[in-house]
């Protein structure tokens, strides 16, 4: 991840209800993406949202947070 955290949002929008944290050693699982967000599971706390895109990359051929 690009960022120390991302939030976890409801939608894909900066307004949208914040439903968790995703910190850099998280692991996430990536569902799909969509206009620059990215909808993702944070398999650390079970939580299932939007992020940004800028904000997580592909690492070792996992996607990790």
Do not use: E, F, K, Q
Request: proline content about 2%; some cysteine.
């Amino acid at each position: 991840m690009h960022a120390s955290s991302a939030r976890i949002r409801r939608v894909p929008s900066l307004r949208a209800d914040v439903l968790g944290m995703l910190y850099r050693d998280h692991v996430i699982r990536v569902h799909r993406s969509h206009n620059g967000w990215v909808h993702l599971t944070n398999t650390a706390s079970g939580v299932t949202g939007w992020t940004s895109g800028d904000l997580v990359y592909r690492a070792g051929g996992a996607c990790t947070g």
